[in-house]
T-cell receptor
Framework: EPEVTQTPSHQVTQMGQEVILRCVPISNHLYFYWYRQILGQKVEFLVSFYNNEISEKSEIFDDQFSVERPDGSNFTLKIRSTKLEDSAMYFC????????????FGSGTQLSVL | SQQGEEDPQALSIQEGENATMNCSYKTSINNLQWYRQNSGRGLVHLILIRSNEREKHSGRLRVTLDTSKKSSSLLITASRAADTASYFCATDGNYGGATNKLIFGTGTLLAVQP
């Protein structure tokens, strides 16, 4: 089965630094997503992206966050100035955008902000 | 906003026994999905049930949906040690769009003892 791939698997950064999390969605998918899971908490929706623009975003996705599809295969999440509370597992996901279909998740990037 | 809640929070059973996990949600939905997460890993889609369906089977999995009670259950029959994982329900929130903006539940941690 096709897979969503994420790099790196672990990222350690200092508070205030910028980080970029990278994802390669499944090639024929049209919608891309970022979710996050703080340790011991629920998986939370951050943002969805379609046709080179954000289609929906949550309250968590403030001005410190941005997403980009820099080329035909990659999808990135940038956190401009990381805070301690940004420490979490970040999941990329994709689907065809047809509704009532499953979401394909990557294996995640564990971000630790020190 | 809707929230998914699973119960029990943790479940420990012996190999060969059946495991039942429940999920409740608060608002109308198009579909409800169940995902599995091994410790520290990504989310794997198990099954999707649409709002007009009452029961669905996939291998050893059986999912029911009661939209009048806003609840769902996941039954894993003849459990195996390899089924040990966290199980999450997720609802789509009936946004009417194509995006898989999922609201995840709190999860049930299943431990299957060999």
């Amino acid at each position: 089965e096709p897979e969503v791939t994420q790099t790196p698997s672990h990222q350690v950064t200092q508070m205030g630094q910028e980080v970029i999390l990278r994802c390669v969605p499944i090639s024929n998918h049209l919608y891309f997503y970022w979710y996050r899971q703080i340790l011991g908490q629920k998986v939370e929706f951050l943002v969805s992206f379609y046709n080179n623009e954000i289609s929906e975003k949550s309250e968590i996705f403030d001005d410190q966050f941005s997403v980009e599809r820099p080329d035909g295969s990659n999808f990135t999440l940038k956190i401009r100035s990381t805070k301690l509370e940004d420490s979490a597992m970040y999941f990329c996901a994709s689907d065809h955008g047809q509704g009532n279909e499953k979401l394909f998740f990557g294996s995640g990037t564990q971000l630790s902000v020190l | 906003s809707q929230q998914g809640e699973e119960d029990p929070q943790a479940l420990s059973i012996q190999e060969g026994e059946n495991a039942t996990m429940n999920c409740s949600y608060k608002t109308s939905i198009n579909n409800l999905q169940w995902y599995r997460q091994n410790s520290g890993r990504g989310l794997v889609h198990l099954i999707l049930i649409r709002s007009n369906e009452r029961e669905k089977h996939s291998g050893r999995l059986r999912v029911t949906l009661d939209t009048s009670k806003k609840s769902s259950s996941l039954l894993i029959t003849a459990s195996r040690a390899a089924d040990t994982a966290s199980y999450f329900c997720a609802t789509d929130g009936n946004y009417g769009g194509a995006t898989n903006k999922l609201i995840f539940g709190t999860g049930t941690l299943l431990a299957v003892q060999p």
